[in-house]
């Protein structure tokens, strides 16, 4: 059984910076494509960042690019986003997903296993 556990949520102010990580429990840590999602109250679900197995590819959401990075340590068996300058529109639970193969890295419905949310607060 795979687990992914999110760490590192937290509320900050506008403009400040948080390091999620997420550890993954089980299976292949280093053969999964990695991708961070979030979901705002009221809102649908949407992509985040992404990073394949090797780290030679990474994708972002055009509304966090050159605010955020995405980084994994496969010794560790975790995956890391670091958010900087943050803004009270980047509130949302923010959810870690694995998934094989390298496709579809910002469709959430191809990846095949999730987290349970780590809680991200930017207040204004």
Request: proline letters at 2%.
């Amino acid at each position: 059984q795979v687990q992914l556990v999110e760490s590192g949520g937290g509320l900050v102010q506008a403009g400040g910076s948080l390091r999620l990580s997420c550890a993954v429990f089980g299976g292949s840590f280093s053969s999964y494509a990695m991708g961070w999602f979030r979901r705002a109250p009221g809102k649908e679900r949407e992509f985040v960042a992404a990073i394949t197995w090797d780290s030679g590819t990474t994708e972002f959401a055009d509304s966090v690019k050159g605010r955020v990075t995405i980084s994994r340590d496969n010794a560790k068996n975790t995956v890391y986003l670091q958010m900087n300058n943050l803004k009270p529109e980047d509130t949302a639970v923010y959810y870690c997903a694995a998934k094989w193969g390298v496709v579809g890295l910002t469709t959430p419905d191809l990846y095949d296993y999730w987290g349970q949310g780590t809680q991200v607060t930017a207040s204004s």
